[in-house]
């Protein structure tokens, strides 16, 4: 939001492909709604078909943007728990149990018609592996590029539609190759994201975003509906389905050359008007897939939960 071991070592294809692109708009691009737009009739902006415009008696602008100067911090709770197995050639056998703990800080720096500009800091970056097998888990880690940011100050710049576009370091911070690398990686995952309906929407509005997957990959379809707007807040739900072989595209591991599966997962996203910058998010995902090669052959049915509490600074 304006607010990311062995062969399986794909954790960015994972989180990347599947939870990020789930969520999509709802971590990266959901604003606060405003009541008082203009109603106007369903229509497709981009990556986003509006299916439905909803209640228009009661209007509420998604793209409404934080106002310069306000502040909140951000803890993210992610876990990835399942099973792993290789057979073939090779033989392993994992129970995977893995929580990331990411706390950070916003503040809104700058924000008129032509975008706006979010300071982050990551405060804290925790990993809690209680994987069946040492190390197993750290390939799952949420968005571990992060932890060679901790402390670093970064300029989010996201457009007049709400896009991210840039991530640079504030004026002043210096910082390093690795964390360059780093900087490059958080653009990867988040400047792609579809952005939200253009237009205002209603209660029981509907629409679609098309999320690439990655590496050339299909796309995810994720689809999202305003439940409720009452007394300033307001509640979306996004439910998410696709191919597995999405996430790797054209980029599979070494040593396999198919991928089959299904991604499917729902989530919840609640916030305030009057607080653009707070919001809870809930989100689970399933992801059932098959890795197959020449001699061996890999399974993952993996349970993805993702928990984000904000609150004003």
Same mark, same amino acid.
Do not use: M, R, S
């Given at each position: 939001m304006f607010a990311t071991s062995t062969t399986v070592a794909r954790r960015k294809a994972v989180r990347a492909g599947i939870a990020t692109a789930a969520i999509?708009?709802? /971590? $990266?691009?959901v604003a606060a709604p405003s009541a008082g737009a203009t109603s106007v009739p369903p229509s497709s902006d981009g990556d986003v078909v509006v299916l439905d415009a909803g209640d228009l008696s009661q209007p509420v602008d998604l793209g409404a943007r934080p106002a310069a100067g306000t502040a909140a911090t951000n803890t993210s709770v992610s876990s990835v728990t399942g099973t $792993?197995?290789? &057979?073939?050639? +090779?033989?392993?056998?994992?129970? $995977?149990?893995v929580v990331t703990t990411v706390v950070e800080s916003a503040h809104v720096t700058a924000s008129d018609e032509s975008g706006v500009t979010i300071r982050r800091r990551v405060e804290s970056y925790d990993v809690t592996d209680n994987s069946s097998e040492d190390g197993a888990g750290e390939s799952f880690a949420s968005d571990e590029e992060l932890a060679e940011l901790v402390g670093v100050d970064l300029d989010y710049l996201f457009g007049p539609d709400n896009r991210l576009q840039d991530v640079v370091p504030a004026d002043g911070v210096e910082v390093t190759d690795e +964390?360059?690398?780093?900087?490059?990686?958080?653009?990867?995952?988040?400047?792609?994201? !579809?952005? $939200? #309906?253009?237009? #205002?929407? @209603?209660?029981g509005a509907q629409w679609t975003? &098309?999320? #690439? @997957? /990655?590496?050339? @990959?299909?796309?995810?379809? !994720? /689809?999202y509906t305003l439940v409720s707007f009452a007394d300033g807040q307001y509640t979306v739900e996004v439910s998410a389905a696709g191919d597995a072989a999405s996430l790797y595209g054209d980029d599979l591991p070494r040593g396999f050359d198919e991928a089959s599966g299904t991604i499917a997962g729902t989530g919840t996203l609640v916030g305030s008007v009057d607080e653009p910058l707070v919001r809870s998010v809930e989100l689970e995902l399933d992801l059932d897939v098959t890795l197959t090669g020449p001699t061996t052959e890999m399974t993952m049915n993996l349970t993805m939960t993702e928990s984000e509490v904000s609150a004003t600074a």
């Open positions: 999509g708009a709802v /971590t $990266l691009g $792993l197995a290789v &057979t073939g050639e +090779q033989e392993q056998n994992v129970d $995977l149990d +964390q360059l690398a780093a900087i490059d990686e958080v653009i990867a995952d988040g400047i792609d994201k !579809a952005g $939200l #309906p253009a237009e #205002p929407v @209603g209660v975003a &098309t999320l #690439p @997957g /990655t590496n050339g @990959g299909a796309a995810i379809e !994720a /689809t």
